[in-house]
């Protein structure tokens, strides 16, 4: 009988740990895609470049922590996303920048949605 609650006491644990690695990325990830989301909504071409590069360092800070996690194929399809963007600015192409913002954004979401306790994802 004594096993049992070892096993039970075994599940919660990988239960809250779960969570807590979902509730961490998701304020993690949540930040920089609404920090490139803001980017690609910005008017003046300076606050978008300062926007995305901001996104691009928080994006560097946690990415230990998401390769950790995540699946690499979505962290590298991340990662040329944002040295497509490092191009733009360079070049000041504003409308690609923009797009390119908008795609990062949602590919972030993708990579904290794959993180969520869902049913979906239990499956």
């Known amino acids: 009988m004594r096993r049992i609650w070892i096993?039970?006491?075994?599940?919660?644990?990988?239960?809250?740990?779960?969570?807590?690695?979902?509730?961490?990325?998701?304020?993690?990830?949540?930040a920089v895609?609404?920090?490139?989301?803001q980017a690609a909504q910005a008017q003046d071409w300076n606050e978008a470049a300062s926007l995305s590069t901001l996104a691009q360092r928080q994006w560097k800070q946690r990415w230990h922590l998401m390769a950790s996690l995540a699946d690499h194929t979505d962290m590298d399809a991340v990662e040329s996303l944002f040295a497509q963007l490092e191009v733009c600015?360079?070049?000041?192409?504003?409308?690609?920048?923009a797009s390119l913002c908008a795609r990062l954004s949602e590919a972030i979401r993708d990579l904290e949605e794959n993180h969520?306790?869902?049913w979906w994802n239990l499956l």
């Open 33 to 37: 895609s609404d920090t490139l989301q």
């Open 116 to 118: 969520r306790l869902t």
């Open 7 to 30: 096993g039970v006491g075994i599940l919660l644990g990988l239960l809250v740990l779960g969570i807590l690695v979902m509730q961490i990325t998701d304020r993690r990830l949540g």
């Open 89 to 97: 600015r360079q070049y000041k192409e504003k409308a690609k920048h």
